[in-house]
């Protein structure tokens, strides 16, 4: 046999055994080395602050059925989280107080997809032992009736609203802007305190402290004064993982993210 043909034939012979030797950067590990496990998908969702212990037990719930997702949540009052999103351009998932937020970022084309959760209704919150026990009571003089900042909760614009939609001067008078950090935690321990006679905020009272709840009564505003809103999730334009962030939204706003929102009071849209 003729040297080429010699080196042709040891060629072919050996080749599919050097594929699976050597390194092994394309495919595999190599002998004695262990596969470095995939970095998991990080989602941003901004919620606002009232909405924290229903999202909290959602997160809890999908991570386990998703171990390759990890949910990052951002809480504050739904007016500072538009605006953080408007300014860093980045996030998956919205989760506002108010539809009124997820409209107009669908407008502007910021959001790309949203679906109903929960409604969002404002009350009235008292302490039982108080002598405010029915709606007129509250336009009586020198009651002090709290409510939150609009510019920076949903739940402060809608009190607002509500306000003026009434049309009553001594309510007018009576209602104070509270400008405070975590308004819906601090406002309720406000009342608690004595500092204000009531407290304009949402019916679930989800983020009342547990120790002062058993405290608190709950006083209806009139309907045809009151505002109801919806309380959507939405997923963001700026999503790195767009596929990955609706499916949590459809989670979200599927079955069992309803039966956690439910579970803390709140009133679950079908």
Not at 123 to 150: C, F, H, M, Q, Y
Not at 180 to 206: E, P, T, Y
Request: proline share 6%; glycine share 8%.
């Amino acid at each position: 046999m003729k040297p080429y043909y010699l080196l042709l034939v040891l060629a072919v012979f050996f080749l599919p055994l050097s594929a699976g030797c050597g390194d092994n950067s394309a495919g595999g590990t190599a002998e004695g080395e262990t596969q470095r496990p995939e970095e998991p998908i990080v989602l941003t969702c901004y919620i606002g602050e009232n909405m924290v212990l229903p999202m909290y037990a959602i997160k809890e719930k999908y991570e386990k059925l998703h171990p390759d997702i990890r949910i990052e949540y951002f809480d504050a009052g739904t007016a500072t989280l538009d605006k953080t999103i408007r300014e860093t351009q980045s996030g998956d998932i919205f989760l506002p107080g108010s539809n009124s937020y997820t409209d107009r970022m669908k407008e502007e084309g910021l959001a790309t997809w949203d679906a109903p959760v929960c409604k969002h209704i404002l009350a009235v919150i008292v302490l039982k032992d108080s002598d405010i026990k029915t709606w007129e009571d509250l336009l009586k003089p020198s009651v002090r009736i709290g409510r939150g900042n609009e510019n920076i909760c949903s739940v402060g614009r809608v009190a607002k609203k509500v306000v003026e939609r009434s049309g009553l001067p001594e309510l007018k008078v009576n209602v104070e802007v509270l400008s405070v950090v975590n308004f819906q935690s601090s406002s309720f321990k406000s009342l608690a305190a004595g500092r204000i006679d009531a407290l304009m905020d949402w019916r679930n009272m989800s983020k009342c402290p547990e120790d002062i709840k058993d405290k608190m009564k709950i006083i209806d505003i009139p309907e045809e004064i009151n505002i109801v809103k919806t309380i959507p999730v939405a997923v963001l334009k700026f999503s790195g993982h767009p596929r990955e962030a609706e499916a949590f939204a459809i989670y979200v706003a599927g079955p069992e993210g309803k039966r956690s929102f439910r579970q803390h009071g709140f009133i679950t849209i079908d």
